[in-house]
C-alpha cells in the first residue's frame, strides 16, 4: 500500500512531463519548418542576386546604356545581399528591413527592364533573353517561397497561440514569428492607358 503512494504521484509528474515534452517537440517541428522555409526565400533571393550582375553585363556590352539605371541595380543589389536575418531571431523590424531591400532591388530591376525596352536589338540578343526568362522563373521562385514561408509561419504560430499549448510554451521560450506583408502601394491597381 505504501509503494502505491508514491507511484500515483509518479505517475502524475510522468504524464505531465510527456505532454510538456509532446508540446515541446511540436513547437520545435513546426518551428524548424518555418525556419527552413525562410532558407528557401533567403534561397530564392539569393539567385535573383546573383543573376543581376550577368544581367548587368549582357545590358552593358549590347548597348551604350543609361549609367544612372545601372548603377541604382547595382547598388540595391549590393544592399540586400549585406542583408542577413537569423531565421531563430526573425522580427517584425528585421524582417521589414529585409523585405524593402528586396523591393527596392525589384523596383530598380523593373526600371531596367523598362528602360531596356528602347533597345529592340538589346532585347533581341539570346544573352538577354536567358537572363530575362531566369529572373522571370525566379520572381515565381520568390513569391511560391514567401506564400510557403507565411503558410509555416501560420501553422506555427496557429499551434502556440492555442490552449492549452499557449500556457506551456511561453514558459519554453517559443514566440510568434512574422509573416511577409504585401509591399507597400500594391493594393491599388496600376491604371492603364492604351494610347491609339
Do not use: H
Not at 35 to 58: F, G, M
Not at 91 to 120: G, I
Amino acid at each position: 500500500m505504501k509503494s502505491l503512494k508514491w507511484i500515483i504521484p509518479l505517475a502524475i509528474i510522468l504524464i505531465a512531463g510527456m505532454y510538456i515534452a509532446g508540446i515541446n517537440n511540436n513547437a520545435v517541428e513546426k518551428q524548424e519548418n518555418a525556419e527552413t522555409a525562410w532558407s528557401n526565400v533567403e534561397s530564392s533571393y539569393q539567385r535573383r542576386n546573383d543573376l543581376i550582375p550577368n544581367l548587368v553585363k549582357t545590358v552593358e556590352g549590347a548597348a551604350e546604356f543609361e549609367r544612372g539605371t545601372l548603377t541604382d541595380v547595382i547598388e540595391a543589389r549590393s544592399k540586400a545581399t549585406e542583408m542577413r536575418i537569423d531565421p531563430s531571431n526573425l522580427d517584425e523590424a528585421s524582417l521589414q528591413q529585409f523585405q524593402q531591400a528586396q523591393q527596392e532591388v525589384s523596383s530598380t530591376l523593373s526600371r531596367l527592364l523598362v528602360t531596356v525596352e528602347r533597345y529592340p536589338q538589346l532585347r533581341a540578343t539570346e544573352n538577354f533573353q536567358t537572363f530575362q526568362s531566369q529572373l522571370e522563373g525566379t520572381e515565381n521562385r520568390i513569391n511560391v517561397n514567401r506564400d510557403r514561408y507565411n503558410a509555416a509561419v501560420r501553422d506555427y504560430n496557429v499551434y502556440i497561440r492555442k490552449f492549452p499549448q499557449k500556457m506551456i510554451v511561453r514558459m519554453l521560450g517559443f514566440d510568434p514569428m512574422p509573416r511577409f506583408e504585401a509591399d507597400e502601394g500594391t493594393e491599388t491597381a496600376p491604371e492603364v492607358e492604351f494610347n491609339f
